[in-house]
């Protein structure tokens, strides 16, 4: 390396290299946003309502007994998606610097990736079958729709992340 280019500046951190990063800070403040507020509304005899929220849920099936079905709620809705975000913010803070994300970070996201929207389709299946009883009412509410939009952005800063990597 001769001496001019030892001394030029380091290269500017373009948009394209923080926009991975900047998606996955959003997609993890919406997945807290949307794991606390409400997900599913249940109404029953027309005057008594119900709003539970995803975190909510989970708690409220461990602390009942349910083992087994909190355990997998828990781990789809809140571990699984937080392992996911924590590898995407290593692989995108390491294209941000400029450097390729480690393999390891690009495996978890790529496999955590697989259970993005189990628990959306749970929700789903919830309102339905409780809607198709006939005995209760049920409905959707922001909480769930926060959810998925997280699932979504990190789908896309997922693919942003494989683009980088791939292009450098």
Known sequence: MDNASRHLPAPVVGPS????????VAAAVVLATGLALPAVELRRFLMFT????????????????EWFLG???GAVSVVLPALKLAAMSVAAAAIAAGRRPMPAAMYS????GRWSMLDVLVVALVVFAVKRSGLAGAAALPGISLFALSVMMS???AWLIEWETQRT
């Open 71 to 73: 355990s997998v709620l």
């Open 109 to 112: 996201i790529h496999h955590l």
């Open 17 to 24: 290299r923080l926009l991975p990063l900047l998606l996955v």
């Open 155 to 157: 789908i896309a800063a």
């Open 50 to 65: 119900e709003r539970h929220a995803l975190i909510g849920i989970v708690v409220t099936l461990m602390r009942d007994g």
